[in-house]
């Protein structure tokens, strides 16, 4: 197949909020690419594997036998302390799903989590429905909506939040977004913000009310991983 030796385009598709997405297959495996910059697919994939395998299996806190594969994000004690929960399932919301790259990854990581993915475009999410079997996943589920509506107005609390909110190159530079978040993270909770370097592209903020634990650099890519300083969120 000649996708095993060039990637090859299958579909170009125009979106309202994303403009062109196109999708390609290399090596049997598809990717939904804006603006030269993966969404979902491989590449997205290795770079949430390796921050993931920096959090413990169990947190503190929920069931099952403590210290069991669980690594430590820094070698500080009180981060792996930070990683707390009451509740037997580990809730994660990721606000900027896309097709869903890091479900699998989550479900491998804590089979029991459970997700909300938010995403503004529903052409990606059926992108992700037909290429990347969105629709099949249990404990799952997916909010078409703007991520700064959403933050308004829920008041569920999370384990982990992961921000990943790109349109193309480009994340958001509203930093009033960060507050939100905060109010919505358990208090020994964990924030992941993707931060991708590309020539001039660089985002990079002063997050306030978060403290930086780890860097981690993948390729073009660092996801930062931030525990709250205090409980005190107003």
């Known amino acids: 197949m000649i996708d095993w030796i060039s990637p090859q385009t299958i579909e170009n598709l125009y979106s309202d909020f994303n403009g062109v997405i ?4 290399f090596s049997g495996k598809f990717s939904l690419w804006v603006d030269g910059a993966q969404q979902s697919g491989p590449w997205v994939e290795k770079v949430w594997t390796k921050v993931f395998q920096l959090l413990p299996t169990i947190p503190n806190g929920h ?7 669980a690594s430590r994000i820094s070698r500080n004690n009180d981060t792996e302390r930070s990683w707390t929960s009451q509740d037997d399932k580990i809730k994660v919301l990721i ?4 097709s869903g790259s890091m479900i699998p990854l989550i479900q491998k990581k804590w089979p029991e989590a459970k997700i909300t993915g938010i995403e503004i475009d529903p052409l990606m999410i059926a992108l992700g429905k037909k290429y990347f079997h969105l629709d099949k996943y249990e404990n799952l589920e997916i909010k078409i909506i703007d991520a700064n509506k959403y933050l308004q107005n829920t008041t569920a609390k999370f384990d982990l939040i992961i921000f990943d909110l790109y349109k193309g190159k480009e994340l958001p530079q509203n930093t009033k977004l960060f507050s939100k978040i905060a109010k919505l993270l358990k208090p020994n909770g964990i924030l992941m913000v993707n931060q991708l370097k590309l020539g001039a592209v660089k985002n990079d903020w002063k997050l306030k009310k978060f403290k930086l634990q780890k860097d981690v650099k993948v390729d073009f890519n660092t996801i930062k991983i931030y525990t709250q300083i205090d409980n005190k969120l107003c």
């Open 63 to 69: 069931s099952g036998k403590r210290g069991t594969s």
């Open 95 to 98: 606000l900027g799903l896309a």
């Open 22 to 25: 196109r999708v390609q297959r």
